[in-house]
């Protein structure tokens, strides 16, 4: 395990990666999108049922979305890329039917039973550790020396600075517990694990 996770401002999860060649293993952010087909937000016309959602959203306020953000050719689905905006490689990624609630997580091991015959094979314990940090969208591009801002949700997140999303408020704890920083923001959703969880940290931590 990665020093048992404990991460510092000297111990960057990204340098780790890259440092034990696991980059290698982890298939382009590129060749995901042209496998599936999937469009550019920003190129979606203005009658766009993903244009819309994303509108309603305020996404198009992020300076990244179009990074992150991807729309599937028939018009009705979202693609969240947890993507390493130095090495165009790609860790998770979630999708969205707009006419639901709920996202589809597909973490790196998901990823790799179709994408496996494209890389080198690899150890069952580096699969074990990029599972367990794929979950945590955005965490190859953190600077661990900033504040690190944390929401629960991906589009939340993306609107924060050096962020990164929990994607479930389960997880919180575990991030601050193995995250020995000088500060993190921790954002909750606005309902009642949220609130829950807020004033549980707030007393704890402030």
Known sequence: AYNKLILTKDNDIYNYVDDMGLLNYLPNVADIINLFGLRNVYS?????????????????????LNKRVFSNVTDDKIFIMNVDDLSGKLLSYSSRDIN?????????????????????EILQENVDFLDNISSYFNILNLDFSEPINIAEGQFDAMFLNNYMALQGVSKIDFVIKHM?????????????????????????YG
């Open 44 to 64: 979606l016309p203005a009658d766009s049922e993903v244009r819309k959602f994303l509108n309603r959203r305020n996404a198009y306020q992020i300076p990244d």
């Open 180 to 204: 020995k920083l000088n500060h993190i923001n921790a954002f909750m959703d606005r309902d009642g694990a949220g609130y829950k969880t807020t004033f549980r940290l707030l007393d704890g």
């Open 100 to 120: 639901k609630k709920s996202y589809i997580i597909q973490i790196y091991s998901d990823i790799l039973k179709f994408w496996a015959p494209q890389i080198p």
